[in-house]
């Protein structure tokens, strides 16, 4: 197997559980609105739950964003050829990289400060280091890959 592919395997793996994560987000809070309205109970930290899957759904699928399958706003692309456009998307790509890297890095400090004091969430008392990872590593993955666009983009002879 490919690197090419096993990334491409990864990332949608990645995508797969960040799209099951949401799903049970929804359905939790779905049954937590219907207890609480129909019969006066609830489930009991489902919003923090929610919140902390967030989290882990956002950064699951961040490095999906170097496929090109963001939005983007094409308000310019016809004026200035291919050899004006390569630079820019390279530019784009590498200030895309450096901010997640310094994002990635960042969190690295918060993500062993969290480990080494035992964080928990308030409610659920659920460590909060292993999401924290997670963050560092979708932050990190997302900043080498649109890196490696960028390299790729400034290579292309067209």
Known sequence: MSIRRLGEALLSAALLLAGAV???????IVANVV????FASGILGVFEAAQWGMLAAFF???PALSRGGHVAVDLFSHHGGERFWRPVDAAVNLGSAAVLALLSWRLV???SEAAEFGETTNLLRLPQAPFLWLAVAGAGLAAALFAAQAAARLATRR
């Open 22 to 28: 949401v799903a049970a987000m929804a359905v939790g």
């Open 109 to 111: 400090r918060v993500a």
């Open 35 to 38: 207890l609480r309205y129909g």
């Open 60 to 62: 699951l699928a961040l």
